[in-house]
């Protein structure tokens, strides 16, 4: 997979922008792996304020907990990097905010911290909307800590726009 350009995950965000706008919706996220970058492309966006409600960047298992309500029994028992944590994120993004969708993301960047059960390039992503379902989406990508950010990041949007 091609890491995609600041031009396209531009054209993404304002595409999902005019999506949340015309549905009068909101979105909050919560980002561990990608320290914020979900918001900053979404509020790089002219008119951004219409439709992006909040942003939680929650790197630490203490900032998990304590931002998003992730239990540190999930922490302990699945790890940061797992489907557990990523809908306890997404679920907890919302109960904190007054957003009508989430996304959330955790995973390993690199270059280290993978293992051979998690390498580098594991991510998950998760959306939820308010009083609906969630989804999680386990993803392997490919290249350097950049290349992984930037196709998470574009993943996400992408999810999004399908909520």
Do not use: N
Not at 41 to 68: C, H, N, R
């Amino acid at each position: 997979m091609t890491s995609p350009t600041d031009i396209e995950l531009d054209q993404l965000a304002s595409r999902l922008g005019e999506q949340l706008r015309a549905a009068q919706d909101s979105v909050v996220t919560a980002e561990s792996c990608t320290g914020g970058w979900i918001a900053k492309t979404m509020t790089g966006i002219a008119g951004s304020s219409d439709w992006f409600d909040s942003g939680m960047v929650a790197y630490s298992y203490e900032a998990k907990q304590a931002l998003l309500g992730v239990r540190p029994q999930t922490l302990e028992s699945q790890g940061a990097v797992s489907r557990e944590t990523v809908i306890e994120m997404v679920s907890g993004a919302l109960v904190h905010s007054g957003a009508s969708v989430s996304v959330a993301v955790t995973g390993i960047a690199g270059p280290g911290g993978g293992s051979e059960d998690k390498p580098v390039g594991t991510v998950w992503i998760g959306w939820k909307r308010r009083g609906g379902y969630t989804r999680a989406e386990l993803f392997h990508f490919d290249g350097d800590r950049d290349a992984v950010r930037r196709q998470t990041v574009a993943a996400a949007l992408r999810g999004l726009e399908s909520l």
